[in-house]
């Protein structure tokens, strides 16, 4: 005898391999949450309909992922090198984008908002997480959560403290309310210190957060610590 043998459940039929007679969901569901099960039922209707391919799936999908900041932060530092091209970013950060070789993404209106000394903007999503992904990337867990969601308006200002961020007691602090139709890009305030760097360098300092309202990009090397 080889040591093996078949385990049998209360029915007496035998269960073989990793199945040891314990129920559980099927292995593709683990963890998988309602949300996700709901979209992929979804796409295998409009798949079935012939609305989508699954390659057109598969296309965005891989779309959606090649995003990161780092778009975001080349139209911001070029804003900072260029006051035309700010002007143009201010009036229209689709165009803008496209002038620089950039994908805005689909959304119909992408915004871009100037923090300055006596203004800073802060971008929420208080319906679910509507966000310029094509500029910035995913969207952090923490924007997509129900406590920013909710006190990005009830407390905005506690919120950013929570990020690091005091604004300055006569600073105005304006919450935007991103859509599925209208995205905001918060073009910050250029840090101090960095009159000698390149565009490229500048880019290095600006982040996510930042180009959200939460932060403040980062300082020079130089002038750190």
Same mark, same amino acid.
């Given at each position: 005898m080889n040591g093996s043998r078949e385990q049998r459940g209360g029915g007496g039929s035998p269960r073989r391999g990793g199945d040891q007679g314990h129920p559980h969901a099927p292995i593709t569901d683990a963890g998988e949450p309602p949300a996700a099960r709901r979209a992929r039922a979804l796409e295998e209707l409009l798949v079935e309909k012939g609305v989508v391919s699954r390659e057109d799936v598969r296309a965005h999908v891989d779309w959606l992922v090649s995003r990161t900041p780092a778009d975001g932060a080349r139209l911001v530092a070029r804003a900072w090198v260029d006051p035309a091209f700010k002007t143009r970013l201010l009036a229209d950060a689709r165009a803008a984008a496209l002038e620089l070789g950039l994908d805005p993404g689909p959304s119909p209106i992408v915004a871009a908002v100037e923090n300055t000394d006596e203004v800073h903007h802060m971008v929420v999503c208080t319906l679910c997480s509507c966000y310029p992904r094509a500029l910035l990337g995913p969207p952090p867990a923490w924007y997509k959560s129900l406590a920013y969601r909710s006190r990005a308006v009830s407390d905005p200002r506690g919120v950013l403290r929570e990020f690091g961020l005091e604004l300055a007691e006569g600073v105005e602090l304006r919450v935007l309310d991103s859509t599925a139709d209208l995205r905001y890009l918060v073009l910050p305030r250029r840090p101090a210190g960095c009159e000698a760097m390149s +565009? +490229? +360098? &500048? $880019?290095? &300092? %600006?982040?996510?957060?930042?180009?959200?309202? %939460? $932060?403040?990009p980062l300082a020079p090397v130089h002038a750190r610590g």
């Amino acid at each position: 005898m080889n040591g093996s043998r078949e385990q049998r459940g209360g029915g007496g039929s035998p269960r073989r391999g990793g199945d040891q007679g314990h129920p559980h969901a099927p292995i593709t569901d683990a963890g998988e949450p309602p949300a996700a099960r709901r979209a992929r039922a979804l796409e295998e209707l409009l798949v079935e309909k012939g609305v989508v391919s699954r390659e057109d799936v598969r296309a965005h999908v891989d779309w959606l992922v090649s995003r990161t900041p780092a778009d975001g932060a080349r139209l911001v530092a070029r804003a900072w090198v260029d006051p035309a091209f700010k002007t143009r970013l201010l009036a229209d950060a689709r165009a803008a984008a496209l002038e620089l070789g950039l994908d805005p993404g689909p959304s119909p209106i992408v915004a871009a908002v100037e923090n300055t000394d006596e203004v800073h903007h802060m971008v929420v999503c208080t319906l679910c997480s509507c966000y310029p992904r094509a500029l910035l990337g995913p969207p952090p867990a923490w924007y997509k959560s129900l406590a920013y969601r909710s006190r990005a308006v009830s407390d905005p200002r506690g919120v950013l403290r929570e990020f690091g961020l005091e604004l300055a007691e006569g600073v105005e602090l304006r919450v935007l309310d991103s859509t599925a139709d209208l995205r905001y890009l918060v073009l910050p305030r250029r840090p101090a210190g960095c009159e000698a760097m390149s +565009e +490229e +360098e &500048l $880019a290095g &300092l %600006v982040t996510r957060d930042s180009m959200i309202g %939460v $932060a403040e990009p980062l300082a020079p090397v130089h002038a750190r610590g």
